[in-house]
C-alpha cells in the first residue's frame, strides 16, 4: 500500500512544479525577450511520475493556456491528495481491525 501514497505523493508535486512553472510564466511574460517555461512528465517504472523543467525556444506569452494549466494543476493535486489521504485511511482502518 506504500506505492500507492507514493504514487500520489509524486502526483502532488508535478502538479506542484506545474503551478509554478505556469505562475512563473505569468508573472514574467511581459519581459523583455522572456521564454515560456514547459514542464514535462513521464512515467515512473513503479508508478508515479517525474517531471523536467524546461525553456521554449521561441519567445512567446500565451496567458490563456497558463491560466488553463493553473486550473488543471489545482485539479490534479486535489485529486493526488485525495488518494495519499484514502490510501492512509484505508490503512487505519486494517489497523483497526488487526487490533
Do not use: C
Not at 31 to 37: Q, S
Not at 61 to 81: E, G, M, P, R
Not at 91 to 99: C, K, P, R, S, V
Amino acid at each position: 500500500m506504500n506505492a500507492v501514497s507514493s504514487i500520489g505523493r509524486s502526483g502532488m508535486t508535478a502538479a506542484l512544479q506545474q503551478l509554478d512553472s505556469s505562475a512563473h510564466n505569468i508573472a514574467n511574460g511581459q519581459t523583455a525577450n522572456f521564454k515560456r517555461e514547459v514542464v514535462s512528465q513521464r512515467e515512473l517504472p513503479n508508478g508515479g511520475v517525474a517531471t523536467t523543467v524546461e525553456q521554449t525556444q521561441t519567445i512567446a506569452h500565451d496567458l490563456a493556456a497558463d491560466i488553463v494549466k493553473q486550473i488543471s494543476s489545482t485539479y490534479s493535486f486535489q485529486a493526488n491528495l485525495h488518494t495519499v489521504r484514502t490510501q492512509q485511511d484505508m490503512m487505519g482502518t486494517l489497523i483497526n481491525l488487526q487490533a
